[in-house]
């Protein structure tokens, strides 16, 4: 029986999607979202016959596993599906990903029948995009860096056309950089940053793991996020910086 990767948001809505899925003879390997980074490995050991992502809910999120999975060499072959979603948004993701399919839930039985292994995958429009850009500064904005580490700025790259880093303003700023070592500091102020992150589009920048390696400390992408989700933010989208530097971008749920 075929197998199919499944990635939903929400997981009592993924359940009539899995449900018809194995109706139409798939096995279904639904991972939860504690395993999301990981499951990428899992992926080249044992290739589903299609990787299908739910857009109803967090189409940002769809779009960064796609990207992620198409920039990966041993799994960007494997056809990816995205179901449903606004169609703004899908345009926006076809766009990036034109090697992927889109359908609706009700025909998309007929359209995995179709699904084939990608041989010349083209690489995601996504992935050119400069890393100011992926953080969602534009022209003429101002962003705080708060905690800034050095050499912070060539992380962040060239910077769009009178947009400027401002360190620890005494104003909300429209993005904010938030750069994150020590899980001690990070609790310390995170109530604080949960306040700003309602007027001000927040990003917790952490170290990656070969980073870490010679720093103290368990500064990661659960740890983060499970704390970030205790005060009331969540997880919107994942953002590589370098190789050094990985943010994660949170909202807050008022």
Request: proline fraction near 8%; charge should be positive; include cysteine.
């Amino acid at each position: 029986m075929p197998t199919i990767r499944l990635y939903h948001w929400k997981a009592a809505e993924a359940s009539p999607l899995i449900r018809k899925l194995q109706g139409d003879g798939y096995s279904v390997d639904y991972p939860s979202d504690n395993v999301l980074e990981r499951g990428f490995r899992s992926l080249g050991e044992s290739p589903p016959h299609a990787i299908v992502i739910d857009l109803t809910r967090l189409p940002s999120q769809g779009r960064h596993v796609a990207v992620a999975i198409r920039s990966r060499k041993t799994v960007r072959h494997i056809p990816i599906v995205f179901v449903d979603g606004d169609p703004e948004k899908v345009e926006q993701i076809r766009a990036d990903l034109p090697d992927a399919m889109f359908t609706s839930r009700a025909k998309l039985g007929p359209v995995l029948k179709k699904a084939r292994p990608i041989a010349n995958p083209a690489s995601p429009a996504y992935s050119n995009r400069t890393t100011a850009q992926k953080l969602g500064i534009r022209e003429d904005t101002r962003v705080a860096v708060i905690d800034a580490p050095r050499g912070y700025a060539k992380a962040v790259g060239v910077l769009p056309m009178g947009a400027s880093l401002e360190e620890d303003p005494a104003e909300i700023l429209p993005v904010t950089l938030w750069f994150v070592c020590k899980p001690e500091m990070y609790l310390a102020t995170l109530p604080r940053m949960r306040e700003l992150a309602s007027k001000s589009r927040l990003w917790v920048v952490y170290p990656k793991q070969q980073a870490r390696q010679k720093a103290p400390g368990e500064v990661n992408l659960f740890f983060i996020r499970d704390k970030a989700l205790g005060v009331g933010l969540f997880h919107r989208k994942t953002c590589s910086l370098n190789t050094t530097w990985t943010g994660m971008l949170f909202a807050s749920r008022e």
